[in-house]
DNA sequence: ACGTTGCGAAACTCAGACGTATCGAAATTA
DNA sequence: TAATTTCGATACGTCTGAGTTTCGCAACGT
């Protein structure tokens, strides 16, 4: 009560370890990017990668579902910069973040898990959505919808279609495409393929 | 050797039931169809459920991949047929099928753990893709190439571009479409959009 | 009739993982 | 120094599910 009283009065005890802390969501995160489904990955296997021992993951966390949704909203989205030139540079430098977090393992597997499991985690996809998935479809959107209304795209162009069509176009490659990562030039193939469509002339 | 003997000679004792066999495949799929990942798959669970002694799978399968694997197998791709009138018309019928494969619990779970669980089971995904999402690759790729012939597509389309675009644009109105159903004709939406592009005029 | 094989049910062993408790050591406050 | 809290390690009891075995019965050939 006398010198550090700002806030909260820190208890006496040793304090809590934020390497541990730290430690043990990097493990988290990184036996989900060895391909660990939420059902495979287990506490003992966390607190052994993570060299820590379980008493301290259950002193923070209550369960393995809690663990792993504070695991999964560490992961930020960092939306790349858009130029503003054009659409069509904005909409290729969005899909490239895409094509390059594609061949990251950890972020592929998280991928997974948000397609696969959202209906049998739906508090944990819920908060995950939100925090990594809703800023991009909102830059994308956004991107979209400039472009109608400066007329580089049609002016009865569905948003919603729109988006689909780039990021399903985009998906469709990083689920089933050449194994050993995707070519550099692949986003800006894909937003021309897009933006013209298939129709001849 | 006196009478039956058309080929395989048929051991002594009693058959093997086909129903029982039937009723495992049938309980697999179910469970799977109920949202439970390969991991959370029991053999306990499918064997209560099909009403099977868990002697009777264990007499007929190794171990559990090596009855997913089978159960997955017999899930046939009933292709649609195509009128052949244009391709435009055979492109819906067959986002169309995707569309409503889509409203199957099953067909979608199966989907999901294609989708994300084809690392953790390799040998499980290659045999399923080959007989279930090969035949219908195959399909939109002819019709693909068919409409590049006739002039319908233009000349120098990607093929793959062509099938990531118009697959990859259904998917994610699979994955992240209204909750309850997509609408009845979203299949030739998505092929108008993919067909005509997104760029004005 | 009789031997053989499959059947469902139940009991069993074995491994893995959960979540808790306990230990001595370390870090911090008073 | 004393009290308190966390640390990693380890042991523990419990549970779930894999895969095996046993049992009495049913279905099939000879």
Redo the contacts between chains.
């Keep these: 009560m006398t010198i550090q009283d700002s806030g909260t009065a820190r208890p006496a005890g040793r304090p809590r370890s934020e390497k541990a802390e730290k430690a043990i969501i990097d493990a988290t995160l990184d036996l989900i990017g060895e391909?660990m489904?939420v059902?495979?990955l287990t506490i003992e296997a966390i607190a052994s990668k993570a060299g820590v021992g379980k008493t301290t993951i259950y002193r923070r966390w209550s369960n393995k579902e809690d663990l792993i949704v504070d695991a999964l909203s560490t992961l930020k989205a960092p939306l790349p910069e858009l130029s503003g030139t054009s659409v069509r540079d904005d909409l290729i430098s969005l899909v490239d973040a895409m094509r390059q977090e594609s061949g990251d393992l950890r972020s592929r597997c998280v991928m997974?898990?948000a397609?696969?499991?959202a209906?049998?985690y739906p508090r944990l996809m819920e908060r995950f959505l939100k925090r990594a998935v809703e800023p991009r479809r909102e830059a994308m959107r956004a991107v979209?919808e400039l472009?109608i209304a400066t007329?580089?795209?049609?002016?009865d162009?569905?948003v919603e279609?729109?988006?689909?069509?780039i990021?399903?176009?985009?998906?469709?490659?990083t689920?089933?495409g050449p194994a050993g990562g995707l070519a550099p030039d692949l986003a800006e193939?894909?937003v021309d393929?897009?933006?013209?469509?298939?129709?001849?002339?």
Excluded: C, P, Y
């Excluded at 007329?151 to 002016?155: F, I, Q, T």
């Excluded at 990021?167 to 490659?173: A, D, E, F, K, V």
């Excluded at 393929?193 to 002339?201: C, E, Q």
């Design positions: 391909g489904g059902s495979e997974n898990i397609m696969s499991e209906d049998r979209i472009g007329g580089e795209l049609r002016a162009l569905d279609m729109g988006m689909a069509m990021s399903g176009t985009m998906l469709w490659h689920k089933w193939r894909v393929a897009v933006l013209r469509g298939m129709t001849a002339s």
